[in-house]
């Protein structure tokens, strides 16, 4: 094994699940080359990551706004000829969609070179499984980040993993030039953004976990990235006297923010599962969909501590007594 391409392109929480396939595969193939395609939008993940080789960005969610422009073709010529620059000894598709499926049949191969994924039977989009040679039967009922790393250790011949996932990743502490008005020492990021409405923590919960963090002398720092987001994390920090609202960062840049925090404590969104995978102490509350599948997965470093679940709102009590267990 010289080089292998791993596809997995999105969503956020997604790809931080893929990276311990990382330090799997290097652990048995010390010298590989490991190349990666992602959406662009998260590249910035994979690029933490010191023994990814080379990322390779696609942008199917722009792209499909408007397939026909010259724009799209062009760059999607582009990515074409930047996936066959090289012969992979494995191409392994750890999304399990049409869409990966298709990209993946893209990707050239060495003579013994082989293209890897799930089994009709284990994927969400059965039909992507026939564009793969070499198929695998990874049952759904345990997390994502043990079946990413069951396909890769299966389709590379090596013993499945049972040692706590190492994410592999660091951000650069302290490395933004923010505001001196910004309170970012002894600050805990909440991370309170999601996809879904039935996801988010209720904004009195937000403020009262303030309150209870300021009689612990802690602050909390409120990133966003939509105009609903900002709204909410105005409305939390002007009830509080410890809050501080981030500018809008980049992906790359909260997690310097967060590297340098004290904790994370963060609902069902990918940002959660980026502060475990940094290593930071994190704080999941889960209202609407099952952690046992999805949760946040501590690393080998810090812990993680899941609370809550499908129709369940975790108290402010429950949070800050996990929060004290945990930092």
């Known amino acids: 094994m010289k080089r292998i391409l791993l596809v997995k392109t999105s969503s956020l929480g997604d790809v931080i699940h893929c990276l311990p396939v990382i330090n799997d595969i290097r652990s048995?193939?010390?010298?590989?080359?490991?190349?990666?395609?992602?959406?662009?939008?998260?590249?910035?993940?994979?690029?933490?990551?010191?023994?990814?080789?080379?990322?390779?960005?696609?942008?199917?969610?722009?792209?499909?706004?408007?397939?026909?422009?010259?724009?799209?073709c062009s760059e999607i010529s582009a990515f074409k000829k930047t996936i066959k620059q090289h012969h992979y000894d494995a191409v392994i598709d750890c999304?399990?969609?049409?869409?990966?499926?298709l990209i993946t049949k893209q990707a050239l191969t060495t003579i013994k070179g082989l293209?890897?994924?799930?089994?009709?039977?284990?994927?969400?989009?059965?039909?992507?499984?026939?564009?793969?040679?070499?198929k695998?039967?990874?049952?759904?009922?345990?997390?994502?980040?043990?079946?990413?790393?069951?396909l890769c250790a299966m389709s590379l011949e090596y013993a499945n993993?049972?040692?706590?996932?190492?994410?592999?990743?660091?951000?650069?502490?302290?490395?933004?030039?923010l505001s001196k008005n910004l309170i970012l020492d002894n600050c805990i990021i909440a991370l309170h953004g999601t996809s879904r409405d039935s996801k988010l923590w209720p904004v009195d919960c937000w403020v009262n976990l303030g309150k209870g963090l300021a009689k612990k002398n802690l602050n909390l720092a409120l990133p966003w990235a939509s105009d609903a987001e900002f709204a909410r994390a105005n409305q939390i920090a002007?009830?509080?006297?410890?809050?501080?609202?981030?500018?809008?960062?980049?992906i790359a840049q909260i997690a310097s923010v967060i590297a340098g925090s004290k904790a994370a404590i963060g609902v069902d969104t990918g940002l959660s599962h980026l502060a475990a995978a940094l290593n930071i102490p994190t704080i999941a509350i889960y209202t609407d969909t099952n952690p046992a599948l999805t949760g946040v997965m501590a690393g080998a470093f810090k812990p993680v501590i899941n609370l809550g679940g499908i129709g369940q709102n975790p108290s402010v009590e429950q949070v800050l007594n996990a929060l004290t267990s945990s930092i």
């Open 95 to 101: 999304q399990g969609l049409l869409k990966s499926a």
């Open 28 to 72: 048995h193939y010390p010298d590989i080359q490991i190349d990666w395609i992602v959406e662009e939008s998260f590249a910035d993940i994979p690029r933490m990551h010191p023994h990814v080789n080379q990322v390779v960005t696609v942008a199917m969610r722009r792209w499909k706004k408007n397939i026909f422009s010259f724009k799209s």
């Open 136 to 150: 695998y039967a990874i049952s759904y009922q345990q997390h994502a980040v043990t079946r990413n790393r069951a």
């Open 161 to 177: 993993p049972t040692n706590a996932p190492d994410y592999g990743i660091a951000a650069t502490k302290n490395a933004l030039d």
């Open 238 to 250: 002007s009830a509080l006297n410890n809050a501080t609202v981030l500018p809008k960062l980049s």
């Open 115 to 134: 293209k890897h994924g799930y089994d009709k039977n284990s994927i969400r989009e059965p039909f992507a499984s026939q564009f793969y040679e070499k």
